[in-house]
């Protein structure tokens, strides 16, 4: 019996925009467009509503942002993924949705392969963060803590865990991972919630701020 599609909730205060993500997203045969939200107030309505799997916020709406409307959400339904979706590449911004519980950001001038991406790893429980956005959070967090931060010891993961964390932090989604270590997607998901076991983390954040104090990343 096939898997069924990921169930998406569209958010933003613009109706053409919704219109062509809708049209991108009911082409694909596993993601099914259940609502669309075109305020901040809606979307956290619809949200506790439908329970979708995947919500793509916009972060600039009326009502309440897509920064508040996250925080709001993730509150109140931890299981539901979010990606923002937005017109702004600033730094704050993608460091705000992040911290605010988003799984994923996406800017909206970014190909329409990158959106359908960032969906199904979200619906998978991963990450998906663009490679530069990825440098931005990095680059973020230096300027924060002047390069140096305490965290948890690197001898307690394998090789093979210090792959796959580098590759995470690359902005590499689990299949790629999987591919590029020629093992399978559940073994890239076994090796992160190992990974996050083991360091007494919980999210890509973390990990980005573990992989940069071990030095396990370049900061361009």
Do not use: C, W
């Not at 439908?50 to 299981?79: F, H, Y």
């Not at 590029?180 to 190992?194: A, F, K, Y």
């Amino acid at each position: 019996m096939p898997d069924s599609p990921v169930r998406v909730v569209i958010a933003d205060d613009h109706d053409i925009v919704r219109a062509g993500i809708r049209m991108l997203l009911e082409a694909q045969p596993d993601i099914e467009v259940i609502g669309e939200a075109s305020d901040g107030k809606e979307i956290i309505q619809l949200a506790n509503s439908l329970q979708p799997d995947v919500i793509l916020m916009d972060i600039s709406m009326p009502g309440a942002t897509g920064i508040e409307a996250t925080r709001t959400i993730k509150s109140a339904n931890p299981g539901i993924e979010i990606v923002g979706l937005t017109m702004h590449a600033e730094d704050r911004y993608f460091f705000q949705m992040l911290q605010a519980g988003a799984s994923g950001y996406v800017v909206k001038g970014a190909a329409p392969q990158e959106l359908l991406d960032a969906v199904r790893a979200a619906s998978r429980g991963e990450a998906y963060i663009h490679p530069s956005l990825a440098r931005k959070l990095i680059g973020d967090y230096m300027s924060r803590t002047g390069g140096t931060a305490e965290n948890p010891t690197i001898q307690s993961l394998t090789q093979r865990e210090i792959e796959v964390l580098r590759l995470i932090v690359d902005g590499k989604t689990g299949r790629e991972i999987a591919e590029d270590l020629n093992i399978s997607p559940n073994t890239v998901e076994r090796h992160r919630q190992n990974i996050m076991g083991k360091l007494g983390l919980h999210n890509r954040t973390e990990l980005v701020k573990y992989a940069i104090s071990k030095g396990l990343v370049e900061v361009e």
